[in-house]
């Protein structure tokens, strides 16, 4: 069984690449899609380099364990119904937050801060003036649930 703090690293690392795959998916089948999808992609390639900087793996336990977590937070803060894209970019960079800080090795940090930086621009993409407050206050709720289910 891998270490509660990897398997926080990993699930929001999953997290923000799933935000990423789900927005392209969406994405893909507009027109005038290519700024979105270029963001996705950097967003996607920035968390599998996070990734690549923690050793470590996960057994079948471990992942049902993380799936259980990220499900029970969806549904009690109803993201799957009433979310746009800056809620789910908000509370991955909300989860982000919470491990950035404990995080202590400058490698590990730096491939943090370019997911970080990547959420932030396509965040940044659908919301420019950082202004869809209900929004934002749905991703803080999921945040919190997030750090309750710790």
């Known amino acids: 069984m891998a270490s509660r703090a990897f398997r926080n690293i990993v699930s929001v690392l999953s997290l923000a690449?799933?935000?990423?795959?789900?927005?392209?998916?969406?994405?893909?089948?507009?027109?005038?899609?290519?700024?979105?999808?270029?963001?996705?992609?950097?967003?996607?390639?920035?968390?599998?380099?996070?990734?690549?900087?923690?050793?470590?793996?996960?057994?079948?336990?471990?992942?049902?364990?993380?799936?259980?977590?990220?499900?029970?937070?969806?549904?009690?803060?109803?993201?799957?119904?009433?979310?746009?894209?800056?809620?789910?970019?908000?509370?991955?960079l909300g989860c982000l937050s919470d491990i950035y800080e404990h995080v202590k090795d400058p490698c590990k940090r730096a491939a943090l801060d370019g997911v970080s930086w990547a959420l932030m621009q396509l965040n940044l993409y659908f919301d420019k003036r950082l202004s869809k407050h209900d929004q934002y206050a749905l991703a803080g709720r999921a945040v919190e649930l997030w750090r309750e289910t710790a």
């Open 17 to 92: 690449e799933g935000t990423a795959i789900q927005i392209g998916k969406i994405y893909e089948k507009r027109e005038k899609n290519k700024t979105v999808l270029r963001l996705c992609a950097k967003l996607e390639v920035a968390c599998k380099t996070a990734h690549k900087a923690w050793d470590g793996t996960l057994d079948a336990a471990d992942l049902r364990q993380i799936r259980e977590r990220m499900t029970s937070v969806e549904n009690r803060s109803f993201l799957s119904g009433l979310a746009e894209p800056p809620t789910y970019c908000g509370f991955a």
